[in-house]
């Protein structure tokens, strides 16, 4: 019988709100915008937190990764060539991998600033000379054929595995496997390919290129054919650079050793290098960062939610407080016919909130409708968590309940007699 | 008082009061007024415009609280009850009808005769079927599916008469119900009070009309809140 009636009341409602349909829809609008506006923040900022932690995760949460940095002084020189020495050594690469406590393994990487040709086409990705556990302590993962082994290395052997972007635009009709790719100036046979991996704000696109990627060759063929030097042409100077290892990634036992791990390479760096050409990079410490990140996003967020709620409420308790008043005549009929003060709050109330109910709704359809916009035209990760659309139901739920009390309650309270009169 | 009390008394006024109070003016619209209505009568009441026929039927109705005095619907005491329990007595023992109609616009002609019933603590089980019956009683049985608006001042009327008698009322109030409609329109709402009354309604018509009074088969003339007549046209063995 309760329900009955509830039902009865709601159905009555919806009838009066349709009575004044633009008022109505107008009326919605405050919540549907608040509740979508929240959905939509929500979902780009999950995804872009998700695409930023699965990111560090990628470079390994149990790993520091230390990497070579030019220094910034000693800039101004009218000498035409020069030679820069800085870096990462492979020194350093000893203590790190064979000294420290807790490092299980560590891999050095150079960089070669090569061009990577196949037949006409051409790309400048970075050429990474490594060694094969590479794979494991990053954690990427192989595509096709295999990856760099000992034997490649011992061998000093002309082969290279090709990073997908590469892959895919040197060789967009065929597998790159078995064929032979020019860097620099040699021909190298391609062994293997990867699978893509998310990218990174911290890596460093090279300038002129819309497709970055890596190409990975033997660390010690790598020294063979391009030793230690590497020469820049920059707009008419020629900088020669000498860099022994542009990236040590060390792997360590547990998450909890990582700070420790860190701190030592820092102080071991510190002590080592004369000058600041180095940095420590710890996705552990990212990771950390980028939750906090998130929890502060979260928390600005939740205050625009809930201003625009606020907003939308008002604005709803505003209309309903007019329609009170505009409805006085049609509130005495109802007391003078039996009705008791609940039945009024009831009426009001209901009505109150199946236009919030009403404005959450359409506001969830455009809140999903935004992010699945952007993942498509803007090609951002976005990911609307079932919670959100829920949340954001019961919340406009909640606004109509708060805000509809008022004008329920002012309703209820009038004189049946002073009612019946008004014009 | 009634001499007769041949009947069963519906409505008891004894010694009520009815003052308003605004700032320094103390309004007696209704004074030491005591009165006896009996079931199957039916009674128009009388008087100059600001003499108090409002305020009686809205304390008859139990819309109102008498200031002072005693007020008994069937022999339930209004005086002393909460809001609650006023309303309840509305819903089941008084039916409105009032000048203006008064229908809900959003709802068609059966759902205005059945609203009675919505606040009602048990809803009787044959409401649709009593609604149609009511429907066609007072002639619209053809226009169930239509809003207020749809319709003429006597056809609204009607309805709002069928919406008073839903609930099955100790009391029929009829404030100046013919009040909005052309004479020959307010022949026909009157005949239809002839009718209520001939099957045993209590009803009270409050008016102005002389013509609208002789119909009735007494008149309770008011002046200043107090009883100035009371004559009973139609005697028994008269
Ligand atoms: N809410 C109120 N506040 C103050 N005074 C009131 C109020 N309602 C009625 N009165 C006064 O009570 C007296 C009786 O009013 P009532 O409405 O009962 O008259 P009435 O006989 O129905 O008149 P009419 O024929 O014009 O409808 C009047 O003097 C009126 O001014
Ligand atoms: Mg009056």
Redesign the interface.
Same mark, same amino acid.
């Given at each position: 019988m309760i329900r009955g009636s509830l039902l009865r009341t709601v159905r009555l409602g919806v009838r009066s709100l349709l009575l004044h349909k633009l008022r109505s829809a107008l009326t919605t609008l405050g919540v549907l915008f608040g509740v979508s506006s929240v959905i939509a923040m929500l979902a780009i900022g999950e995804g872009a937190s998700e695409e930023a932690q699965e990111a560090i995760r990628r470079l390994g949460s149990q790993n520091v990764i230390l990497r070579s940095v030019k220094p910034s002084d000693n800039q101004v020189t009218d000498q035409t060539t020069r030679v820069l020495t800085y870096g990462l050594t492979h020194d350093d690469f000893a203590r790190v991998a064979e000294t420290f406590p807790g490092v299980v393994r560590a891999i050095p990487i150079r960089e070669l600033p090569d061009e990577v040709r196949f037949g006409s086409r051409a790309l400048r990705p970075r050429v990474l000379a490594t060694v094969p556990s590479y794979l494991d302590v990053t954690g990427r993962v192989l595509h096709e054929g295999r990856f760099l082994e000992e034997i490649d290395d011992r061998e000093v052997a002309n082969v290279c595995v090709l990073g997908y972007e590469v892959a895919r635009h040197l060789f967009p009709f065929q597998t790159p496997v078995g064929e032979k790719v020019r860097i620099g100036s040699d021909y190298f046979t391609v062994i293997g390919t990867l699978l893509p991996r998310v990218r990174l704000g911290s890596d460093r696109p090279d300038p002129g290129e819309d497709v970055t990627g890596e190409v990975f060759i033997p660390l010690k063929t790598g020294r063979r054919w391009f030793g230690d030097m590497i020469l820049r042409i920059r707009s008419g100077s020629r900088d020669m650079e000498e860099v022994q290892l542009h990236e040590i990634v060390a792997e360590v036992d547990l998450a909890e050793n990582v700070p420790f791990v860190a701190a030592a390479c820092r102080t071991m760096l510190d002590r080592e290098h004369t000058e600041r050409d180095y940095e420590v990079v710890v996705p552990l410490e990212l990771l950390l960062r980028a939750q906090e990140t998130k929890r502060i996003f979260n928390i600005v967020l939740g205050s625009i939610a809930g201003i625009s709620l606020l907003v939308g409420g008002i604005g709803i308790m505003n209309v309903m407080l007019a329609t009170v008043t505009e409805r006085t005549r049609e509130i005495g009929i109802r007391r003078a016919l039996g009705a008791k003060r609940r039945h009024i709050v009831t009426q009001f109330l209901v009505e109150t909130v199946v236009l919030s109910i009403g404005g959450g709704l359409l506001g969830i359809l455009l809140g999903m409708a935004i992010p699945a916009g952007i993942e498509r035209w803007a090609d951002m990760r976005t990911i609307v968590t079932p919670t959100a659309p829920l949340l954001a139901f019961g919340i406009s739920a909640g606004v109509g309940v708060v805000f509809g009390l008022y004008p329920a309650w002012r309703a209820a309270v009038m004189d049946p007699v002073e009612a019946l009169r008004h014009e | 008082m009634s001499g007769r009390g041949q009947g069963r008394p519906v409505a008891e006024l004894e010694d009520v009061s009815r003052v308003y109070r605004l700032g320094e003016n103390v309004v007696k619209a209704l004074d030491g007024f005591s009165f006896r209505f009996e079931e199957g009568e039916y009674w128009a009441v009388m008087g100059s415009s600001g003499s108090g026929k409002s305020t009686l039927l809205?304390l008859l109705?139990c %819309? !109102?609280r008498p200031t002072s005095g005693s007020y008994r619907v069937r022999g339930e005491e209004s005086s002393a009850m909460d !809001? !609650?329990a006023l #309303? !309840?007595l *509305? #819903? *089941?023992e008084?039916g +409105?009808v +009032?000048q203006s109609y =008064? %229908?809900? &616009?959003? %709802?068609d002609v059966l759902e205005n005769i059945m609203?009675?019933l +919505?606040?009602?603590d048990v &809803?009787p089980a044959d409401g649709p079927e009593r609604a149609l019956r009511l429907a066609e009683r007072v002639g619209l049985g053809d226009r169930l599916g239509h809003r207020p608006l749809e319709l003429s001042g006597g056809q609204q009327q009607r309805v709002a008469i069928a *919406?008073a008698l839903i =609930?099955d009322p100790a009391l029929v109030l009829a404030d100046e119900a013919t009040g909005n409609l052309d004479s020959a329109t307010a022949v026909e709402i009157l005949n239809l009070f002839d009718e209520l009354h001939g099957e045993g309604k209590t009803i009270l018509l409050v008016t102005h009309e002389p013509a609208v009074g002789e119909r009735a088969e007494n008149v309770l003339r008011l002046a200043d809140g107090r009883i100035a007549e009371v004559s009973r046209a139609r005697e028994v063995g008269a």
């Amino acid at each position: 019988m309760i329900r009955g009636s509830l039902l009865r009341t709601v159905r009555l409602g919806v009838r009066s709100l349709l009575l004044h349909k633009l008022r109505s829809a107008l009326t919605t609008l405050g919540v549907l915008f608040g509740v979508s506006s929240v959905i939509a923040m929500l979902a780009i900022g999950e995804g872009a937190s998700e695409e930023a932690q699965e990111a560090i995760r990628r470079l390994g949460s149990q790993n520091v990764i230390l990497r070579s940095v030019k220094p910034s002084d000693n800039q101004v020189t009218d000498q035409t060539t020069r030679v820069l020495t800085y870096g990462l050594t492979h020194d350093d690469f000893a203590r790190v991998a064979e000294t420290f406590p807790g490092v299980v393994r560590a891999i050095p990487i150079r960089e070669l600033p090569d061009e990577v040709r196949f037949g006409s086409r051409a790309l400048r990705p970075r050429v990474l000379a490594t060694v094969p556990s590479y794979l494991d302590v990053t954690g990427r993962v192989l595509h096709e054929g295999r990856f760099l082994e000992e034997i490649d290395d011992r061998e000093v052997a002309n082969v290279c595995v090709l990073g997908y972007e590469v892959a895919r635009h040197l060789f967009p009709f065929q597998t790159p496997v078995g064929e032979k790719v020019r860097i620099g100036s040699d021909y190298f046979t391609v062994i293997g390919t990867l699978l893509p991996r998310v990218r990174l704000g911290s890596d460093r696109p090279d300038p002129g290129e819309d497709v970055t990627g890596e190409v990975f060759i033997p660390l010690k063929t790598g020294r063979r054919w391009f030793g230690d030097m590497i020469l820049r042409i920059r707009s008419g100077s020629r900088d020669m650079e000498e860099v022994q290892l542009h990236e040590i990634v060390a792997e360590v036992d547990l998450a909890e050793n990582v700070p420790f791990v860190a701190a030592a390479c820092r102080t071991m760096l510190d002590r080592e290098h004369t000058e600041r050409d180095y940095e420590v990079v710890v996705p552990l410490e990212l990771l950390l960062r980028a939750q906090e990140t998130k929890r502060i996003f979260n928390i600005v967020l939740g205050s625009i939610a809930g201003i625009s709620l606020l907003v939308g409420g008002i604005g709803i308790m505003n209309v309903m407080l007019a329609t009170v008043t505009e409805r006085t005549r049609e509130i005495g009929i109802r007391r003078a016919l039996g009705a008791k003060r609940r039945h009024i709050v009831t009426q009001f109330l209901v009505e109150t909130v199946v236009l919030s109910i009403g404005g959450g709704l359409l506001g969830i359809l455009l809140g999903m409708a935004i992010p699945a916009g952007i993942e498509r035209w803007a090609d951002m990760r976005t990911i609307v968590t079932p919670t959100a659309p829920l949340l954001a139901f019961g919340i406009s739920a909640g606004v109509g309940v708060v805000f509809g009390l008022y004008p329920a309650w002012r309703a209820a309270v009038m004189d049946p007699v002073e009612a019946l009169r008004h014009e | 008082m009634s001499g007769r009390g041949q009947g069963r008394p519906v409505a008891e006024l004894e010694d009520v009061s009815r003052v308003y109070r605004l700032g320094e003016n103390v309004v007696k619209a209704l004074d030491g007024f005591s009165f006896r209505f009996e079931e199957g009568e039916y009674w128009a009441v009388m008087g100059s415009s600001g003499s108090g026929k409002s305020t009686l039927l809205n304390l008859l109705g139990c %819309l !109102d609280r008498p200031t002072s005095g005693s007020y008994r619907v069937r022999g339930e005491e209004s005086s002393a009850m909460d !809001d !609650d329990a006023l #309303s !309840d007595l *509305r #819903s *089941r023992e008084i039916g +409105f009808v +009032f000048q203006s109609y =008064n %229908l809900i &616009p959003q %709802l068609d002609v059966l759902e205005n005769i059945m609203v009675p019933l +919505f606040y009602q603590d048990v &809803p009787p089980a044959d409401g649709p079927e009593r609604a149609l019956r009511l429907a066609e009683r007072v002639g619209l049985g053809d226009r169930l599916g239509h809003r207020p608006l749809e319709l003429s001042g006597g056809q609204q009327q009607r309805v709002a008469i069928a *919406r008073a008698l839903i =609930n099955d009322p100790a009391l029929v109030l009829a404030d100046e119900a013919t009040g909005n409609l052309d004479s020959a329109t307010a022949v026909e709402i009157l005949n239809l009070f002839d009718e209520l009354h001939g099957e045993g309604k209590t009803i009270l018509l409050v008016t102005h009309e002389p013509a609208v009074g002789e119909r009735a088969e007494n008149v309770l003339r008011l002046a200043d809140g107090r009883i100035a007549e009371v004559s009973r046209a139609r005697e028994v063995g008269a």
